[in-house]
Structure formats: C-alpha cells, structure tokens
C-alpha cells in the first residue's frame, strides 16, 4: 500500500518527534533570592531527565551539619549541572548519578570543588567533566574524586587537580573507561588510581610536584 504524500509525512514528522523529545528544564541555583533554588543539593533532588541546572557565582556549602559530606542520588536520567559564571565553589557535596533501567548521560562543567571528596560518582551511565577544578580535597570514603563504575564511563577535559589528599587505597579517579585530555595535577599524594583493568586514555596531561608514581 503506498500511502499519500501529505499522510507520511505527517507520520515521518511524528516518528522524528519521538525519536528526538523536547529538551528539559532549566533550573537555576544563586544567592540572589531570585533563582529557582538557594542550594545545589535541591536542584539535583528536583531534577527531572534532560534538565540543565545552572549555578550562578557563589560559595555553596552543602554538607552536613557536622562537617560530613551531603549525598545526592540521580537515578536514571541525564542531565547537566554547569557554573554559568565565574567563582561557583561547592563543598560538601557528594553527586551520585545512578543507571538503572537505563544508561544515563551526565554533564558537569565550570565549577570548583573544595572541602572533602568523593566528589561524583557515576554508575551504568557516562559522565562529561570539563573546565572544573578540584582544590585542596581530602578523600575521607576511600573512593576517587571521581568514581566510576559498574559500568560508569568518565570523558574528563581542562580541569585541574590541587593539593588531593587521601589513603593508599584511593586515587583521583578510579574507573574502567577513562579518558583524560588537557589536565593538570599539582601537589597530589595520591596516583589516578585506575584500577579493575581499565583501559585509560591520556592525552597532554601535565603533572607537578605529586609524591604519588602513578598520577600518569
């Protein structure tokens, strides 16, 4: 049966709007009093699949009461949690961002992180991490900054680590599927630590005054 031009491509247009859903919402996290949230940690709880969160300048604490870190659990969606100015700096944020029916996509970009680490993890799923830095951290759970696994893929791009403190049995990102362009690692007493046979990739990595053999 050959069906009229003007019914497929009515059915060609529904099929591409299928195949192609509407983008998320955009969430905003400031100081200001005039953002969607005051807070990290809120935007990620409210996040829903293809949401972009975006952090104005600003110092976020968002660990515990006692000093501990504050964990978040994102299941099963993508989306992406970006420093939309300069001077974003998070502490005591744990990010969790868990593949369970699905391999989700998660994007971080243009922050700083302070404080204590982990700092993300990512599991079934792959992870962008660009033009963020990683200063003074203390590995406190005896994972990487960045953890990946139970197939969790990490694409890590411009940023830089400083001053990365941790026990023998934690790197700076530990994972499988690693791929590492264009960072720096200054002042680190601990190797990148990618284990369970991985296949790392390392490109213009530069790497100063760090105690630890294995950070390249």
Same mark, same amino acid.
Request: charged share 15%; proline share 3%; glycine share 12%.
């Given at each position: 049966?050959?069906?009229?031009?003007?019914?497929? @491509?009515?059915?060609?247009? $529904?099929?591409?709007?299928?195949?192609?859903?509407?983008?998320?919402?955009?969430?905003?996290? !400031?100081?200001?009093?005039?953002?969607?949230?005051?807070?990290?940690?809120?935007? @990620?709880?409210?996040?829903?699949?293809? &949401?972009?969160?975006?952090?104005?300048?600003?110092?976020?604490?968002?660990?515990?009461? &006692?000093?501990?870190?504050?964990?978040?659990?994102?299941?099963?969606?993508?989306?992406?949690?970006?420093?939309? *100015?300069?001077?974003?700096?998070? +502490?005591?944020?744990?990010?969790?961002?868990?593949?369970?029916? *699905?391999?989700?996509?998660?994007?971080?970009?243009?922050?700083?992180?302070? !404080?204590? $680490?982990?700092?993300?993890?990512?599991?079934?799923?792959? $992870?962008?991490?660009?033009?963020?830095?990683?200063?003074?951290?203390?590995?406190?759970?005896?994972? !990487?900054?960045?953890?990946?696994?139970?197939?969790?893929?990490?694409?890590?791009?411009?940023?830089?680590?400083?001053?990365?403190? $941790?026990?023998? +049995?934690?790197?700076?990102? +530990?994972?499988?599927?690693?791929?590492?362009?264009?960072?720096?690692?200054?002042?680190?007493?601990?190797?990148?630590?990618?284990?369970? !046979?991985?296949?790392?990739?390392?490109?213009?990595?530069?790497?100063?005054?760090?105690?630890?053999?294995?950070?390249?």
């Amino acid at each position: 049966m050959t069906l009229p031009l003007p019914k497929l @491509l009515v059915i060609l247009g $529904a099929l591409l709007v299928c195949a192609h859903p509407a983008a998320g919402a955009v969430l905003s996290v !400031g100081q200001n009093g005039t953002e969607d949230y005051a807070s990290v940690w809120e935007a @990620l709880t409210a996040a829903q699949d293809g &949401d972009r969160i975006e952090v104005y300048s600003g110092y976020y604490y968002e660990g515990e009461s &006692d000093g501990s870190l504050r964990s978040v659990f994102v299941r099963d969606i993508s989306f992406s949690l970006v420093g939309v *100015q300069d001077n974003v700096v998070i +502490e005591g944020l744990y990010l969790f961002a868990v593949g369970n029916s *699905q391999r989700p996509s998660t994007w971080v970009g243009g922050l700083t992180f302070v !404080g204590k $680490a982990p700092v993300f993890t990512q599991s079934n799923g792959t $992870a962008t991490v660009e033009n963020c830095s990683f200063d003074d951290l203390d590995v406190v759970m005896g994972l !990487g900054v960045l953890d990946m696994y139970a197939g969790g893929d990490l694409f890590l791009s411009g940023c830089s680590f400083s001053g990365i403190h $941790a026990g023998a +049995e934690a790197g700076v990102i +530990e994972g499988y599927n690693v791929t590492v362009e264009d960072c720096q690692f200054e002042d680190c007493d601990v190797g990148l630590g990618l284990v369970w !046979g991985g296949h790392p990739r390392l490109d213009h990595v530069v790497a100063s005054h760090n105690t630890a053999k294995a950070i390249v």
